[in-house]
């Protein structure tokens, strides 16, 4: 059996993504359920609740002005204890504001540390291993997750649910994990000294808005793909678990495979199937009566999110290598601006017509087509979006 290379950056890149997952995957899975059958909730209360998950993704920007006190690092790792801790009281008291409470404290763990991840990614991985690479931590976030909630799916097979001993269980790992990181790995330096000041660059402009429609893409997958299998098709906990096993077994196959493509085809023909796919499986969610359609869109519509490696790499072949810190931070909180607002307000939407939210999020997927179209073959300094590359080329005629 291999040993674990705990010199190695990649290790740490690692072990922060399964401590990740494990939290963060259980949390999720449960969710609904545990907020439907004991809290009561309906989904204007799970809209509230999502929409202030995500105010700690607003917030991601403040990051960079924290990483003045203390090294990318150790914030990562104390991102990820925030995270267990978050999740391991879940489940104390199945009330409103306690879950309320509860997510905040969990999503600030969650986003820091995705911000930090992707920041550190990026920052260590050469450009050529890149997508390969974040394919590959896709993988494992996907393994991790199919252990794990095989587990909880076992389980659930012999027991009732017992949510409180799920999500203690779940983030007191993660607690573990990331006490075993601060302890057991050393201090990576940096080899680009980062820039600790908040900043937007007018050449990265593409980058932003393609993440900003992700984020608000990606709001009405988490928030409301699952809620309509839960709501409309009455799926109950245990299926809803083995149906995030299937989509683990998916990524986990095809992630390394997509990561290969995204260095084959580039970006911007990458993206573009990614959003011809999501135009297809919004319209076909709004209006979806049968449980299995509705089942196979979910599966197609997870694997899709594998496709967003492109955006990263993207970003990271036009950026000044001092500016990935500052900018993985402000994209997060340019992620979470539609991720605030958006779940509760669709939520009041979807109390009126579900199928409204879903072609919402068909006409989202439509201006990120058109937009992906401007990314360059060859993205680089200078060469940031095909607008730029036609002016660089007239001004050298």
């Avoid at 003045?68 to 008291?93: D, K, P």
């Avoid at 694997?303 to 500052?326: N, S």
């Amino acid at each position: 059996m291999p040993s674990i290379d705990l010199q190695n950056r990649k290790t740490l890149l690692y072990l922060l993504a399964i401590g990740n997952t494990i939290a963060f995957a259980t949390w999720q899975v449960m969710l609904n359920n545990f907020a439907v059958e004991q809290a009561g909730f309906t989904g204007e209360e799970i809209g509230i609740l999502q929409s202030l998950r995500e105010v700690p993704g607003f917030l991601a920007f403040t990051a960079i002005l924290l990483m003045l006190f203390i090294r990318q690092q150790n914030f990562a790792i104390l991102s990820l204890i925030t995270l267990g801790f978050g999740t391991a009281i879940t489940a104390f008291y199945p009330s409103a504001l306690w879950l309320y409470f509860t997510t905040v404290v969990m999503s600030i763990g969650f986003h820091y540390l995705e911000t930090l991840h992707n920041s550190l990614s990026l920052q260590w991985l050469k450009k050529e291993e890149a997508p390969e690479v974040l394919g590959k931590l896709l993988s494992t976030r996907a393994i991790s997750n199919f252990l794990v909630l095989g587990a909880i799916y076992i389980y659930l097979m012999a027991f009732a649910a017992n949510y409180l001993l799920i999500y203690l269980i779940a983030g007191g790992i993660t607690v573990a994990i990331g006490l075993f990181c601060w302890l057991a790995i050393p201090h990576f330096e940096d080899e680009v000294v980062q820039k600790k000041s908040l900043f937007l660059r007018k050449q990265y402009w593409l980058y932003y808005i393609l993440t900003f429609l992700a984020g608000a893409r990606r709001q009405i997958f988490v928030v409301f793909a699952g809620f309509l299998l839960v709501e409309k098709f009455g799926f109950p906990v245990e299926n809803v678990v083995l149906l995030t096993l299937v989509n683990a077994v998916l990524t986990f196959w095809l992630a390394p495979k997509i990561g290969a493509l995204i260095s084959y085809v580039g970006e911007r023909r990458a993206l573009t199937l990614e959003y011809i796919g999501l135009i297809i499986v919004f319209a076909s969610y709004a209006f979806v009566d049968s449980v299995a359609v509705a089942i196979a869109l979910y599966l197609l519509d997870h694997l899709f999110f594998a496709m967003a490696i492109a955006i990263k790499t993207y970003f990271q072949k036009i950026a000044d290598p001092a500016d990935i810190a500052a900018t993985s931070s402000i994209s997060f909180t340019i992620n979470h601006i539609a991720a605030v607002v958006l779940p509760a307000l669709l939520g009041l939407v979807w109390v009126i017509n579900h199928s409204a939210v879903f072609l919402i999020g068909a006409g989202i997927a439509s201006c990120s087509l058109l937009l992906t179209q401007l990314i360059p073959d060859h993205p680089g300094q200078g060469q940031e979006t095909r607008l730029a590359a036609a002016a660089s080329i007239a001004a050298t005629e």
